[in-house]
């Protein structure tokens, strides 16, 4: 069975520092390209970065260029995101979900995690 | 960025009414345009792909049609179970964007 199991959500301070990560299961993780994607309370859904299957090519959303990083340990089958300088306005849910081609565009998002929450406040 | 809008933002619909709901590209995006179903405190699930391809185990009563700018999707006979908020997303531009949602509710 096609899994994703995100963790390392939590409370942290405005400015402060979190780092996520997504376990995957039951597909050849390498072969497939990788989002996270972001739901504010009572929001839409926004997303955030996406990352190739090579990890070779990162895309961002403007809303957080410069302050995250998307990567990807293909011998563990784990994708990070790396969220520094966090402000309240990433408080948020945050999915990470795989793609259905190695590349990122074109494609489209067929398996999503349950998610893990990110709340920036002091 | 492509900006992707949806209409209506909400609406109230009973059991067995046809729902269409649309959505705009600012730009053309061909038939990249995928539509997402989700419910509170759940994940999106994916519905529809490549603008009018079902996907596997989603119920035959929904369909999507459009290319270009304009697409919709459509539910034939509204069930119990769908009353949710669904999302667009184009897949043209490696920047993805979503809709802002349409959120269906019981009458």
């Known amino acids: 069975e096609v899994q994703l199991l995100e963790s390392g959500g939590g409370l942290v301070q405005p400015g402060g520092s979190l780092r996520l990560s997504c376990a995957a299961s039951?597909?050849?993780?390498?072969?497939?390209?990788m989002s996270w994607v972001r739901q504010a309370p009572g929001k839409g859904l926004e997303w955030v970065s996406a990352i190739s299957g090579s990890g070779g090519s990162t895309y961002y959303a403007d809303s957080v260029k410069g302050r995250f990083t998307i990567s990807r340990d293909n011998s563990k089958n784990t994708l990070y995101l790396q969220m520094n300088s966090l402000r309240a306005e990433d408080t948020a849910v945050y999915y990470c979900?795989?793609?259905?081609?190695?590349?990122?565009?074109?494609?489209?998002?067929?398996?999503w995690g349950k998610g893990t929450t990110v709340t920036v406040s002091s | 960025d492509i900006q992707m809008t949806q209409s209506p933002s909400s609406l109230s619909a009973s059991v067995g009414d046809r729902v269409t709901i649309t959505c705009r590209a600012s730009?053309?995006?061909?038939?990249?345009l995928n539509w997402y179903q989700q419910k509170p405190g759940k994940a999106p699930k994916l519905l529809i792909y490549?603008?009018?391809s079902l996907q596997s185990g989603v119920p035959s009563r929904f369909s999507g049609s459009g290319s270009g700018t304009d697409f919709t999707l459509t539910i034939s006979s509204l069930q119990p179970e769908d009353f949710a908020t669904y999302y667009c997303?184009?897949?043209?531009?490696?920047?993805?964007?979503f809709g802002p949602g349409t959120k269906v509710d019981i009458k």
């Open positions: 997303q184009q897949s043209y531009s490696t920047l993805i964007t």
């Open positions: 039951g597909f050849t993780f390498s072969s497939y390209a």
């Open positions: 490549a603008a009018s």
């Open positions: 730009q053309s995006i061909s038939s990249y």
């Open positions: 979900a795989k793609h259905t081609m190695v590349q990122v565009v074109k494609g489209y998002m067929d398996v």
